[in-house]
């Protein structure tokens, strides 16, 4: 099927950057959108940003102007450059891909998270 694989978390200080990558393969032969959720300890998973396969964003208002999600179709990857981090960033980040494969039509997947620590 269809395998989302993060990488690029870590531990960080206040105020500096990371960038998140997230790379899908499988029997895919298109991508719709793709997004960037996360979960802090004890909240609910939130939505952070979202690219359509046109190049369109939207974020959440937590984040817009300090993150930003772009993606490589070609490579059927999405990444998020987050700068000027706060230590409510913290959370794990999920990628999530609106994908259509073969024989199952379009369908929901995610990769297994990347823990994204922010702290001095």
């Known amino acids: 099927q269809v395998q989302l694989v993060e990488s690029g978390g870590g531990l960080v200080q206040p105020g500096w950057s990371l960038r998140l990558s997230c790379a899908a393969s499988?029997?895919?032969?298109?991508?719709?959108?793709m997004c960037w959720y996360r979960q802090a300890p004890g909240k609910q998973r939130e939505l952070v940003a979202t690219?359509?396969?046109?190049?369109?964003?939207k974020y959440a208002d937590s984040v817009k102007g300090r993150f930003t999600i772009s993606r490589d179709n070609a490579k059927n990857t999405v990444y998020l450059q987050m700068n000027s981090l706060k230590p409510e960033d913290t959370a794990v980040y999920y990628c999530?891909?609106?994908?259509?494969?073969?024989?199952?039509?379009?369908?929901?997947?995610w990769g297994q998270g990347t823990q994204v620590t922010v702290s001095s």
């Open positions: 499988g029997s895919i032969f298109s991508i719709n959108a």
């Open positions: 690219i359509t396969s046109g190049g369109s964003t």
């Open positions: 999530n891909a609106d994908a259509f494969v073969g024989g199952l039509g379009f369908g929901d997947y």
